[in-house]
């Protein structure tokens, strides 16, 4: 257990001693900015005085005894009420040691046994990734990664919309680019189809395999020219995820859900739940926190896209996962109450059906909104945006805000070699690290004296990497994680202040080399990890 678990816990423990219903997750520990203070504070005497009938300074007092240990070197209580921990210097130590031992596992916790399903991305196979996909991606794999370390089995699924209207726009579409590619100029893309590049690329490479088979009867063949392009455009989605770093566990059709029965099953376990109004069936959802009940079966006997969905979430419930996380675009908004009511309908708890959503991207270019190509007809393309300033910078800027808020992406940023660009800062950082090993590398040692790591600066870097485990716990359970680039902002930071005041190699005292040369492998060590939460590379040399 992380240090600053274990000073929550016992926080937690000595209120409980005198009636008070705490956990740890209560109790609210900081990092005071200033040295004085300690190396972690916590108001939990404030805030729980009043309950005890005790004035905050008493209770702080009263606590300061239980609360030391081997750890914590002194506890202190402050006006108005505050407790200060001060940890010792050879259990700061002590951690260089085990990011060494440990090493990407340093940080790890233990399986807490909870499946979870990480649906993202589910981009319908119509046409190439824009950036609102991209993002999703960036997210929902950096999520994944992150649940993974913080001990949650995680399945990373891709659902196919391979069903419905879109799909028949896309054949319709696909068929009027490969009728133009036959010489047919007079044939037009229908005006609710697929104008963009991504559907002229396609109807090029139908006529390469199949030349002028379909010229005749075209619109004959409509299952064709769905099965046709829904395949070829899902493998190019597919293959730019993987680049991009994004790769996934299972794939699930929507065609198979529907040939399955799975919605019949669905549609008849949902009854008690539904009426009939003019001829169309609706659930009732409006009870649950949604605008207005929803149908579910048109008058003429189809489903709406929302049935199936329903199917699909109760099928992932049925494959035994504990949780559902799904990462859906902000138009998505309006789902989430719905959904969760048709979980809550069919017995499952909607608690467990979490819905991330991923805000907007707006790029810039010289302090102005930037209108990159089009390529997909109506948004820019993901491969365009990489091409212009490399996956990392993309993954690790649409990662490093919340998913719920709007992202000026500032390419003028993104692509510049300073430190005021996030992503090259750490990576530079990190590369920095790897120079020092190799300068050093016949002074390094595994018998290193910890007690010689002792500055400001080195202490700072021990806390840090002691909260190391917490960080990316706290991002797992809370489903964030840009809190990950937080970390490594600060960290590539403390490391490089140590860098530019310390003397890492000191060939009049090897002992204090080796030492230094151990923190440096320990911050290297943790900086890629942090990185590969994110899909970004940590490089040797930069």
């Not at 007079?186 to 010229?215: N, R, T």
């Not at 467990?352 to 393309?381: H, P």
Request: charged letters at 25%; proline letters at 2%.
């Amino acid at each position: 257990m992380a240090i600053a678990d274990q000073i929550k816990e016992s926080v937690a423990a000595a209120l409980r001693k005198r009636g008070l219903n705490v956990t740890a997750a209560d109790v609210a520990l900081t990092i005071p900015p200033v040295k004085e203070h300690g190396d972690f504070s916590t108001n939990a005497a404030l805030k729980s005085a009043k309950l005890l009938k005790l004035k905050p300074m008493q209770l702080a007092q009263e606590l300061v005894p239980e609360l030391e240990s081997s750890e914590v070197e002194r506890v202190e209580a402050v006006a108005p009420g505050f407790l200060n921990f001060f940890m010792s210097q050879s259990d700061m130590a002590s951690v260089v040691k085990k990011v060494l031992d440990e090493g990407s596992d340093f940080g790890s916790s233990p399986a807490n046994g909870i499946k979870v399903d990480l649906e993202y991305v589910s981009a319908n196979p119509t046409g190439y990734l824009h950036l609102g996909h991209a993002r999703g991606a960036a997210v929902g794999d950096s999520l994944a990664r992150i649940m993974r370390k913080a001990g949650y089995d995680v399945t990373r699924e891709y659902y196919i919309n391979d069903a419905g209207n879109q799909i028949d726009h896309m054949a319709e579409s696909l068929i009027a680019r490969y009728l133009q590619r036959l010489g047919h100029t007079e044939v037009e893309v229908p005006e609710d189809g697929y104008h963009g590049k991504d559907i002229v690329d396609i109807a090029e490479e139908l006529y390469q395999d199949c030349g002028h088979e379909f010229e005749n009867d075209a619109h004959d063949h409509l299952e064709f020219f769905r099965v046709y392009g829904t395949r070829k455009l899902l493998a190019k989605i597919i293959d730019d995820l993987k680049r991009f770093g994004v790769e996934f566990d299972v794939f699930t059709s929507e065609k198979e859900i529907r040939r399955s029965g799975k919605v019949d099953a669905v549609l008849r376990a949902l009854d008690r739940c539904t009426y009939q109004d003019g001829g169309a069936l609706f659930l009732r959802t409006i009870h649950d926190g949604d605008d207005k009940d929803r149908c579910i079966v048109k008058s003429d006997g189809s489903y709406t896209y929302f049935l199936p969905d329903i199917a699909y979430h109760h099928d992932k419930f049925q494959r035994g996962f504990d949780k559902l996380i799904d990462v859906f675009g902000a138009d998505h908004a309006g789902y989430v109450a719905r959904l969760k009511s048709a979980m809550k309908s069919l017995g499952h708890n909607p608690k467990d059906l979490q819905i991330c959503l991923v805000q907007i991207v707006r790029l810039f270019k010289g302090g102005e909104e930037y209108r990159m190509s089009k390529r997909t007809g109506n948004a820019v393309a993901m491969n365009d945006l990489v091409a212009e300033v490399g996956v990392d910078a993309v993954r690790y800027f649409f990662v490093s805000r919340a998913g719920e808020s709007h992202l000026d992406f500032d390419l003028d940023l993104a692509e510049s070699l300073s430190s005021s660009n996030p992503v090259y800062y750490a990576q530079y950082t990190h590369a920095r690290l790897c120079s020092a090993l190799e300068r050093g590398r016949h002074y390094r040692s595994s018998n290193f004296d910890g007690s010689l790591l002792n500055s400001d600066s080195e202490l700072a870097i021990m806390k840090a990497m002691r909260d190391y485990g917490s960080r990316v716990k706290e991002a797992a359970d809370t489903y964030e994680p840009y809190k990950i680039c937080l970390f490594v902002q600060n960290f590539a930071a403390l490391v490089n202040e140590w860098y530019q005041k310390t003397r890492i190699i000191n060939l009049d005292d090897e002992a204090l080399t080796a030492a230094r040369l151990a923190l440096a492998q320990a911050c290297r060590t943790i900086l890629a990890d942090a990185l590969n939460l994110i899909g970004v590379r940590a490089p040797v040399r930069m």
